[in-house]
C-alpha cells in the first residue's frame, strides 16, 4: 500500500461506481418505461404553419377557446398577416345593407346561382372520392356564411366598408353563366391590413396572455407522424431577418426544431410565387404556360408545404386550378421580386391582343378573367394592350393593393370617395404613367402605335388598323343603343348607381382630342391564387387518398384551396379569397378546438 493511501479507498471507489451504475440504470428503465407508458412530448394542444390571415383565424379562435397555441411561419415578424396585408380588402356579401343603399337586389339563391355557374364543379362532385367532393360543399357553406354571420362577425370586431359596392367578374355570357349578376365586392375601411387588423390584435394580446407563442424564422420540412397519425412539425431555424415586409428574405439555416401537439393546422398559403411549380400544373385547356409572368404576392408564397403535407399522407387536388390575372403591370418601385400590380379597371378601355387586334367579348375589363386569359394564350403571347385616355383612366383605374390605395388603407373614406369623384387622374395610377414599363401616351394614333411598338420591341402594332377599329368603336357612342357588346357593357354599368357615381366614366369616343392624350397600356399576366389545395371535410380535417382524414391534421386558407381542396372551382367571384380565409380558418380553428377539448 502506497504511503498516505487510505486503506478503505479502494473499497469505497468501487461501491461508487457500482451504486451508480444501478442508479443510471434505474433511471434508464424508468425513461424507458416512461416513454412506452406516459403520454407523448406536447409542446403546444395545436400548431398552426402559417401566419397569414387563415392562420391567425385559427389561432385566435383556438386561444379564445383556451388552448395553447404555437403558430410557426419562415418568415420574420414584420410580416404578420402575410398576403392578406398586401390586399385590396374586398369581400364577398350577399344582400347587405350596402348593397341595398346601391339599390342592389340581391339573394342567397342568386348568389347560388352565380357561384356554381361560375365554379363549374365537374370532378365527381356526388362521389365521396370526387376532387370536387368537399369543395361543393364547402361552397355552399360559404355562400350561406356570405350571407349571414360573416358581416355581423366582423362588424364586431369594427371592420367597415365603404358603401359603394365594386362590380367585378361580371360574367357576360347568360344568366346560368359566369359571373356576377350584381355588385358584391365591398372593399374594407383599412384595405388588407384593415381586415387583418383585428385578429393581429387578438393574436398579440393572447401572445401576451402565453396563450399563442410565435416561433418565427421556423421554416417547416417535415411533418411529423407516429402511430398513424400527426403529431408534429420539425424543420430549420432560418437566420433572423430585419427586410421589412414583404421583400424577401435570407434562407441562410442556423440550426434544427421539433415541435410536437396532438393537431396541427396548415395555412401557409399557395403556389402564387413559384412560377416552376405554376408552370408546371399549368391548365392544358390554357395551351403552353407563359414564359413571361410578373408576380402578385411576396417571394414567401412558395408551395413548400402542400408537398410536405402531402408526403404525410395529406390528398392534394385540382393542382391545376388557378387564379391569376391579365391585367398586371410591372412594378416602377417593386418590393418582392418580379413585383406586379393588378389593374381592376371598368368597361371602358378597348382591348388588343399583341398584334392590335381588338378581343370579342367577354374579353372586357372586369367581366371575365378566366375566358379572357385564355383568348390571350390563344394568340401566343403573354401580353395585351388596353387603349383608352386620359378621360377614362382617371375614372376607371384602380390599382389592386393596400400601399396603392393610401386614403382607404388609412380609412380617410371621404378622401377616398373625393378622389374617385374627380376627372383627375389619382396619384398612384399617374406614377405609373409616368415611371412604370407598360405604360404609353400620344396625341395621335400614329404616335401611340409607334410607341407600343418600341415597348414591345417589335412591329406587331399596325397604325392604320388599330385607328379603324378604334374610329368603328367611336361610332357607336352615338346612340343610347348599340350593336357592340362592349359599349353596352358601358351603359350597363352606368345603370348601376354605383359605378355611374364613382367607377364607369361618360360614353365618349375615344378619339375625342378633349378626353385625350390617347394611352396605351401592356397588361401582363399577373400571378395570384391557387385555387386548388389539400382537401379537408367541413370541419377541416385534412383527407387522403383513400376518403378518410388523416388523423391530427387539418388545413385552412389558400392551403386547403380555400376549403374542401377547391371552394371556387374553376374560377372566383372576386372578394372571395380573403372571405375564404377567414371561413374556413374560423372552421378549422374551432373544430381543432374541440378535437383537443
Avoid at 410557426?72 to 341595398?100: C, I, K, M, T, Y
Avoid at 372520392?129 to 358581416?151: P, S, T, V
Avoid at 398586371?328 to 387586334?357: Q, T, Y
Avoid at 387539418?554 to 379569397?577: D, I, M, P
Wanted: aromatic share 8%; hydrophobic share 40%.
Amino acid at each position: 500500500m502506497a504511503e498516505g493511501e487510505n486503506p478503505g479507498s479502494d473499497l469505497g471507489r468501487r461501491q461508487v461506481l457500482v451504486g451508480g451504475g444501478l442508479m443510471a440504470a434505474g433511471l434508464m428503465a424508468g425513461s424507458l418505461a416512461g416513454e412506452a407508458g406516459a403520454a407523448p412530448r406536447q409542446d403546444a394542444d395545436v400548431i398552426v404553419v402559417g401566419h397569414g390571415l387563415s392562420g391567425l383565424v385559427a389561432a385566435t379562435e383556438l386561444a379564445a377557446a383556451g388552448r395553447r397555441v404555437i403558430v410557426v411561419d419562415q418568415e420574420s415578424r414584420q410580416n404578420l398577416g402575410g398576403q392578406a396585408h398586401w390586399s385590396l380588402g374586398g369581400l364577398f356579401f350577399v344582400d347587405s345593407p350596402e348593397q341595398r343603399q346601391c339599390q342592389i337586389r340581391d339573394s342567397v339563391e342568386l348568389a347560388r346561382s352565380d357561384w356554381f355557374g361560375t365554379a363549374g364543379f365537374d370532378r365527381r362532385p356526388h362521389d365521396r372520392l370526387g376532387e370536387d367532393f368537399w369543395a361543393r360543399q364547402w361552397a355552399e357553406h360559404y355562400i350561406d356564411f356570405a350571407a349571414g354571420e360573416k358581416r355581423r362577425w366582423l362588424e364586431r370586431m369594427g371592420v367597415r366598408w365603404v358603401p359603394v359596392v365594386g362590380w367585378a367578374e361580371r360574367g357576360g355570357d347568360s344568366a346560368s353563366g359566369t359571373g356576377n349578376s350584381v355588385p358584391r365586392f365591398h372593399m374594407t375601411l383599412g384595405t388588407g391590413p384593415g381586415v387583418v387588423e383585428p385578429f393581429r390584435n387578438k393574436a398579440l394580446d393572447a401572445e401576451r396572455r402565453r396563450r399563442i407563442s410565435f416561433r418565427f424564422r421556423h421554416r417547416v420540412d417535415e411533418i411529423v407522424t407516429s402511430g398513424g397519425r400527426v403529431v408534429g412539425i420539425r424543420g430549420k431555424r432560418l437566420a433572423e431577418s430585419n427586410a421589412p415586409r414583404g421583400v424577401a428574405s435570407s434562407r441562410r439555416v442556423v440550426g434544427d426544431f421539433e415541435l410536437r401537439a396532438p393537431v396541427t393546422i396548415v395555412a401557409s398559403g399557395g403556389i402564387g410565387a413559384n412560377h416552376d411549380l405554376i408552370r408546371a400544373n399549368w391548365p392544358s385547356n390554357l395551351g403552353t404556360p407563359p414564359k413571361t409572368m410578373v408576380t402578385g404576392v411576396p417571394a414567401y408564397v412558395d408551395g413548400r408545404m402542400l408537398g410536405i403535407t402531402e408526403s404525410a399522407g395529406g390528398r392534394l387536388v385540382n393542382r391545376d386550378r388557378m387564379w391569376h390575372y391579365t391585367e398586371g403591370l410591372a412594378n416602377h418601385s417593386s418590393i418582392w421580386p418580379d413585383h406586379g400590380i393588378r389593374v381592376l379597371a371598368a368597361p371602358s378601355s378597348m382591348w388588343f391582343d399583341a398584334r392590335g387586334r381588338r378581343f370579342g367579348s367577354p374579353a372586357i375589363p372586369s367581366y371575365d378573367t378566366m375566358a379572357t386569359l385564355e383568348m390571350i394564350k390563344r394568340t401566343g403571347y403573354d401580353y395585351s394592350w388596353f387603349v383608352l385616355n386620359k378621360r377614362i383612366i382617371a375614372k376607371e383605374f384602380i390599382l389592386s393593393g393596400s400601399e396603392q390605395n393610401p386614403e382607404l388603407t388609412r380609412k380617410d373614406l371621404a378622401a377616398y370617395l373625393a378622389r374617385r369623384a374627380l376627372d383627375d387622374v389619382p396619384v398612384p395610377v399617374q406614377k405609373f404613367i409616368d415611371k412604370g414599363a407598360d405604360v404609353v401616351t400620344a396625341r395621335t394614333v400614329d404616335d401611340l402605335a409607334r410607341k407600343m411598338n418600341r415597348l414591345a420591341r417589335n412591329d406587331l402594332i399596325d397604325a392604320g388598323l388599330l385607328r379603324k377599329q378604334i374610329a368603328d368603336r367611336d361610332r357607336q357612342i352615338d346612340n343610347p343603343f348599340t350593336k357592340d357588346a362592349q359599349v353596352m357593357g358601358i351603359h350597363n354599368s352606368r345603370n348601376y348607381l354605383g359605378d355611374n357615381i364613382v367607377r364607369t366614366v361618360e360614353p365618349h369616343r375615344i378619339l375625342d382630342p378633349a378626353a385625350g392624350p390617347l394611352i396605351a397600356v401592356r397588361m401582363n399576366i399577373l400571378t395570384r391564387k391557387t385555387l386548388g389545395g389539400l382537401q379537408t371535410n367541413l370541419a377541416g380535417q385534412v383527407m387522403n387518398d383513400g376518403g378518410g382524414v388523416v388523423p391530427g391534421l387539418y388545413a385552412a386558407g389558400e392551403a386547403s384551396g380555400f376549403g374542401g381542396g377547391g371552394v371556387h372551382g374553376y374560377r372566383a367571384l372576386e372578394g372571395t379569397f380573403l372571405g375564404g380565409c377567414l371561413y374556413s380558418g374560423r372552421v378549422a380553428g374551432r373544430a381543432a378546438a374541440r378535437a383537443t377539448a
